[in-house]
């Protein structure tokens, strides 16, 4: 048999059929690697891994006569033919009634009778390419577990985020997104922290470029790490979150994070204006390639809660609901998709995820651009939890949730089960 290349569950695996020399039902093997990492990376970076997968998952023996092909071929020859497979099936159990079947056109039921169909049928796919790490950093050398989001840690910028970088590459995730946890000294009400060349942001970004070239660096571009009211806008006197100064100060944020090589900016601050004015400067200093990424529509959530323990960045006073969106609304999102679009915004993504299906694919059937979903620390912390409690299996409902996100129409998903989900994506494919 010839050799051939098969298409792939995970869209960065490359699959090759090994050509067996005799035919024999032993199932084929395929060499799957589980990163399409460039081997010219640095000496930080792993070696493709490669893993022996079955290119056929169905046990030979499942049913009927184990024979091998020559076998069959004879039996053949010697005018053997098996018999059709019986016509009328089982009975049901006592009791069960007897009846004139029904008169039905469609049975979808049909396509669902076997593995093979139902995954020939298959809608959406989850590969590790759709996934997006968000990733905790802080300036300790130790990695600090945060309590609400089990599983999760403050990572050292130096030591425990480059040993979680090099653990995702391994399962084919290769993008990242950085979030910091600043001090409060370096904290200020206008948040200048955040444009500091030198700051944790673009020193671990320099770093992480340095050691592997080829993965994608997404950037939070927002004030509220950086600011002593722990709100991501400056606040005047009165409370009120100044919009276009905020601005301002994002270009700034977002010009440093390009200097230091990221690959995209991600503006969550939901001020008016900033996609266009982060275009701009970006543009201005010749970030041409820089893409940004908008939170399109944030909602103002409670399912944030876990993250802003994670960073310490509970608003010091008042909410949020003066800019991210009102739960309750719909329509409102398409403004700011439109808005968005117009300014040159690259993804529009969705805040939170599966409680906001409806809102991704209204922005997937009205924009051409990708689409990205955050999965917040609050669906994370659930699933989580209910897990260790026994009341659900964790894995099962944690990939379900990730493909109800594709299948609202996400392109790609932030989640910080992206290594977990990953991992069981490139273990599936060996069973
Ligand atoms: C703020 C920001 C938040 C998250 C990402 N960026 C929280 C907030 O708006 O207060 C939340 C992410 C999560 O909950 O996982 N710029």
């Known amino acids: 048999m010839a050799s051939s290349i098969f298409f792939s569950p995970a869209a960065n695996a490359v699959t090759v059929a090994i050509p067996t020399p005799t035919p024999t039902p032993t199932p084929r093997l395929v060499l799957v690697r589980a990163n399409n990492a460039s081997a010219s990376a640095t000496a930080a970076t792993p070696t493709p891994r490669l893993v022996l997968v079955r290119a056929n998952n169905a046990s030979a023996s499942a049913s009927g006569p184990t024979l091998t092909l020559e076998e069959c ?48 049928f298959q809608e959406t796919t989850l590969s590790p390419a759709n996934f ?29 985020l480059i040993d979680e970088v090099y653990k995702a590459r391994d399962v084919g995730v290769n993008s990242f997104v950085l979030f910091p946890k600043i001090p409060d000294a370096l904290k200020s009400p206008t948040g200048d922290e955040a444009y500091n060349d030198n700051g944790l942001v673009p020193r671990t970004i320099r770093l992480l470029k340095d050691k592997f070239p080829d993965i994608v660096i997404y950037t939070d571009v927002a004030l509220d790490p950086y600011s002593s009211d722990g709100h991501d806008g400056i606040v005047r006197e009165d409370g009120v979150i100044m919009n276009d100064e905020t601005v301002h100060q994002l270009c700034k944020q977002a010009v440093s994070q390009a200097r230091a090589g ?17 275009r701009a400067a970006l543009d201005a200093e010749g970030f041409h390639d820089v893409s940004i990424m908008s939170y399109t529509a944030k909602y103002a959530s409670a399912f944030y809660g876990p993250f802003r323990e994670a960073l310490d960045s509970n608003p010091r006073f008042g909410d949020k609901k003066t800019y991210q969106m009102n739960p309750a609304n719909y329509r409102e999102a398409l403004i700011e998709a439109q808005a968005d679009e117009a300014e040159g915004a690259d993804i529009l993504l969705v805040k939170p995820g599966l409680p906001y299906t409806d809102v991704i694919r209204l922005l997937r059937d009205n924009s051409a651009l990708p689409i990205a979903a955050y999965q917040v620390s609050g669906e994370y912390s659930m699933i989580k939890a209910a897990g260790v409690l026994k009341m659900i299996d964790e894995e099962r409902v944690m990939m379900e949730s990730l493909m109800c996100i594709r299948r609202a129409g996400a392109d790609i998903i932030l989640s910080y089960f992206a290594r977990q989900a990953a991992g069981i994506l490139c273990g599936a494919m060996s069973n």
């Open 73 to 120: 071929e004879a039996a053949a020859v010697a005018g053997n033919f098996p018999a059709p497979p019986p016509h009328s099936k089982p009975p049901g159990p006592k009791g069960t009634p007897l009846i004139e079947p029904l008169d039905l056109t469609r049975r979808p039921r049909r396509n669902r009778k076997s593995p093979t169909l139902r995954s020939a």
């Open 132 to 160: 997006v790490l968000p990733l905790f950093i802080h300036e300790g050398e130790e990695d600090a577990p945060i309590g609400a989001m089990p599983g999760c840690f403050r990572l050292g910028w130096r030591h425990g």
């Open 262 to 278: 990221a690959d995209v900016v991600s503006p969550s601050d939901m001020m008016d204006g900033r996609v266009g004015a982060l």
